[in-house]
Each structure stands twice: as C-alpha cells, then as structure tokens.
T-cell receptor, first 115, second 112 residues
Framework: ETGVTQSPTHLIKTRGQQVTLRCSSQ?????VSWYQQALGQGPQFIFQ?????ENGRGNFPPRFSGLQFPNYSSELNVNALELDDSALYLC????WGGGALETQYFGPGTRLLVL | SQQGEEDPQALSIQEGENATMNCSYK?????LQWYRQNSGRGLVHLIL?????REKHSGRLRVTLDTSKKSSSLLITASRAADTASYFC????????????FGSGTRLLVRP
C-alpha cells in the first residue's frame, strides 16, 4: 500500500459529459502527477501540480485541467469527454524539490469508460 | 509519446527460472525507475537507479544501467507465479525532470 488513494475506482460516462477524478496524496508529499494509461500501453504524463501550481504539462488538450489543494490532494477534470478518453487514470505523489524526480507512489487508479 | 521501449513485449517462463527485461530510452536522464503493474491496477515501485549508478540490487531484483547505450535491464531471479505482471521502465529527463516517461511495458507470465 502506497498511501495514495483515488476515487472513484470505476466510472462510466457518455461522450460530451464532464468528469472529476480525485486523488489523496501520501502524507508528507507536496507533488501530485496525473497519468493516463490506455489499454495495453504505458502511462502517459498529463500534468503535475507542485504546491498548488501546475508545474508541467504533457501533450493533452486544455479540456484536461486540474487542481491541487492546500492539503496536497488533487482533482483531474476532463470536459467534453471523447471516446478516446477511456483509460485508466493514475495519480502519483512524491516529494519534489525541483531537481531530479524521486520515487513516485501511485494510487490504484480510476478506470473511466466513455460511451 | 513513449520515451522508451521494453523488450520483449511479452515473456513466458517457468516458476524458478530467471526473467530478464530490457528497456531503451532516447534522451539523457537523471534517474531510471522500474514499476510493476498487476492486471491494470496501480503501479508498484520496484527500484530506482540514478544515472551515475551502473547496477543496483533489491531482493530478487537486479537492475543495470548503461547510459552510453541508453539502456537498462531488470533481472528477476528465481521467479514465482506471483511475479506475473506487466513491468515498466520510466525515466525523468534532464530537461523535464518533473515527469516520468514510461516505456510500453513487458508482460511477464510465470507458469507454476
């Protein structure tokens, strides 16, 4: 167990809807990263939040947005859902000070199905 | 886009045998990490090797890193059925240290 929790575990939405996924980071960690993992693929970096600010972003459109709260928990919001958004969404927490990225601890993921 | 590629894509071995997985990456890195994933669930961190290290051990795991070839290998000795999972390497690049870039993974099946 990593101490990183995600909710919900599974979610079914229809195309065009909006979804919010939640993540509680491990105690003592100040950074949360979100990844999208399509079936049979490795995880793809969406973005990272460090001390409540977006610290870096992958190749995802603006309809993917996020928040980090003062307790370092985080939300991933996806607007105007598309069928290709169906995937496992993973959040990972770590303690980062601006240099090399240390171990990231992953939650169990939220599996999103868009119909 | 994926930073690296794992080889082989799939591996089937008998319990007790050793399993070797390879990973190649494209850009200079700070660290390389290996993760395990069971049946599409969360990733479990196995081992981190820094760019100035060449070999690292953790229990039945042995990781090597060759930065000149931009490659790494993960050796699991005396495999068990419980080792059945997908294994991913992930790197954080010198110019993008805030994110991990994952390979496509090796699916390992350990037959009892």
């Amino acid at each position: 167990e990593t101490g990183v929790t995600q909710s919900p575990t599974h979610l079914i939405k229809t195309r065009g809807q909006q979804v919010t996924l939640r993540c509680s980071s491990q105690s003592g960690h100040n950074t949360v990263s979100w990844y999208q993992q399509a079936l049979g693929q490795g995880p793809q970096f969406i973005f990272q939040y460090y001390r409540e600010e977006e610290n870096g972003r992958g190749n995802f459109p603006p309809r993917f947005s996020g928040l980090q709260f003062p307790n370092y928990s985080s939300e991933l919001n996806v607007n105007a859902l598309e069928l290709d958004d169906s995937a496992l969404y993973l959040c990972a927490s770590s303690s980062w000070g601006g240099g090399a990225l240390e171990t990231q601890y992953f939650g169990p993921g939220t599996r999103l199905l868009v119909l | 886009s994926q930073q690296g590629e794992e080889d082989p894509q799939a591996l089937s071995i008998q319990e007790g045998e050793n399993a070797t997985m390879n990973c190649s990456y494209k850009t200079s890195i700070n660290n390389l990490q290996w993760y395990r994933q069971n049946s599409g669930r969360g990733l479990v961190h196995l081992i981190l090797i820094r760019s100035n290290e060449r070999e690292k051990h953790s229990g039945r795991l042995r990781v090597t890193l060759d930065t000149s070839k931009k490659s790494s290998s993960l050796l699991i000795t005396a495999s068990r059925a419980a080792d059945t999972a997908s294994y991913f390497c992930a790197t954080d690049g010198l110019d993008s240290s805030y994110k991990l870039i994952f390979g496509s993974g090796t699916r390992l099946l350990v037959r009892p």
